[in-house]
């Protein structure tokens, strides 16, 4: 069962998820987006809003799920989450080399490293920067010794 202290915690997990969803509504930065050669994307309040509500999900999974790990394992998820995050990366490096990078002029093939960051930044449907983080996170609950203790002879 749920003790009062959890569920007034996933009671604030919830209304700060439902929250960081609303800041698309709100006059931030409403009328900016990310926009250059690389290409042009959705407003900024609309990013911030996806990419925290990212954030607030994985709120409970960084801190109860590594709470509940052996220091190895949570190392070895971390590495696990960080690698994954990078091998995204590296397939929107490809994806565009392939295809963007082939169908723009020349002159402005100079922006591929914005192009990549562009996507990296627009693209909410996944958490790449937030599984990243999320990795760290199981890193640093996993630096805690985790060998047996030896005992020297008498």
């Not at 409970?60 to 960080?82: C, F, M, N, Q, Y």
């Amino acid at each position: 069962m749920f003790s009062g202290v959890r569920l007034f915690g996933w009671l604030v997990w919830a209304l700060l998820l439902a929250g960081v969803l609303r800041l698309h509504q709100q006059p931030i930065a409403a009328e900016h987006s990310i926009c250059g050669p690389w290409g042009c994307g959705p407003p900024m309040n609309a990013l911030i809003a996806c990419h925290l509500a990212w954030l607030v999900a994985l709120v409970p999974v960084a801190v109860i799920v590594p709470a509940r790990l052996s220091p190895r394992v949570a190392r070895v998820t971390g590495w696990t989450l960080i690698l994954t995050s990078l091998a995204a990366v590296i397939g929107v490096m490809v994806y565009e080399s392939l295809f963007w990078l082939q169908i723009v002029h020349e002159s402005l093939q100079g922006y591929f490293g914005h192009r990549v960051l562009f996507v990296l930044a627009t693209w909410t449907d996944l958490p790449i920067v937030q599984t990243f983080l999320l990795g760290v996170v199981f890193l640093f609950r996993g630096a805690g010794e985790d060998r047996p203790v030896v005992e020297s002879p008498q």
